[in-house]
């Protein structure tokens, strides 16, 4: 079946470093892929999507591209700060070409931003 | 224009009892899907709801349902509630009927706790 691989965590990392977080999936057909991120004691919000292979989504100085060739979806951002400190999750849609509205997601990363 | 919301916040319920879960979807969103979230498992599918009829389900026993009335608002039931029902239950909304675009916006959740 379908499934997300992400990177354990935690990752600890000080202010202005530079950060990755891998993420690899398993699905047959082109699902879309997202990165969701939870602060603490909030729901998930959405923080970049990509829809086909190749595809970059970005937002607030985080990106990650759509590599079919390889599975992954790896989040990265140049400079973190410490306000970025959360879990994010990487989630892929559960099916592509019906009417099922799950996603599916990883386990999580949480990472620490230090001063 | 407002987000989802969950309510309650937060519940505590004993083993045994039942508990009914409130969510209210985004203005205009007829799309209601339902996740548990607990440290050991992540983030898991439970229903998805559209226009009143349950689309998808994932895999948990039938202790747990739902509903959607006509407005879109959901109801999450969880009966003969036992201590590993404690987790964030998580609603989200999405414009239209699954599918691979539609983005999923989270509510704050409903942190269950059974003692």
């Known amino acids: 079946g379908n499934s997300v691989t992400q990177m354990e965590g935690p990752v600890t990392l000080s202010e202005e470093a530079f950060l990755t977080i891998n993420c690899t999936y398993t699905a047959t057909g082109y699902p879309s892929l997202f990165w969701y991120v939870q602060y603490p004691g909030e729901g998930l919000q959405l923080l970049l999507k990509?829809?086909?292979?190749?595809d970059k989504g970005s937002n607030k100085g985080f990106e990650a591209t759509y590599r079919k060739e390889t599975t992954s979806f790896h989040l990265e951002k140049g400079s973190v700060q410490v306000s970025d400190s959360a879990v994010y999750f990487c989630?892929?849609?559960?099916?592509?070409?019906?009417?099922?509205?799950?996603?599916?997601f990883g386990k999580g990363t949480k990472l620490s931003v230090k001063p | 224009k407002a987000g989802v919301t969950q309510t309650p916040r937060y519940l505590i319920k004993t083993r045994g009892q039942q508990v009914t879960l409130s969510c209210s979807p985004i203005?205009?969103?007829?799309?209601v899907s339902w996740y548990q979230q607990t440290p050991g498992q992540g983030l898991q599918f439970l229903f998805e709801?559209?226009?009143?009829?349950?689309?998808n389900k994932g895999n948990f026993p039938g202790r747990f349902s739902g509903r959607q009335f006509s407005n879109s608002r959901s109801e999450m039931n969880v009966s003969t509630l036992e201590l590993g029902d404690s987790a964030l239950y998580l609603c989200?909304?999405?414009?239209?009927?699954?599918?691979?675009?539609?983005?999923?916006?989270f509510g704050a959740g409903t942190r269950l706790s059974v003692l």
């Open positions: 203005s205009g969103h007829r799309s």
């Open positions: 989630a892929l849609s559960g099916n592509y070409g019906g009417s099922q509205g799950n996603l599916i």
């Open positions: 709801y559209f226009s009143e009829t349950q689309r």
């Open positions: 990509a829809t086909k292979a190749d």
């Open positions: 989200a909304s999405s414009l239209e009927q699954g599918g691979t675009k539609n983005i999923q916006y």
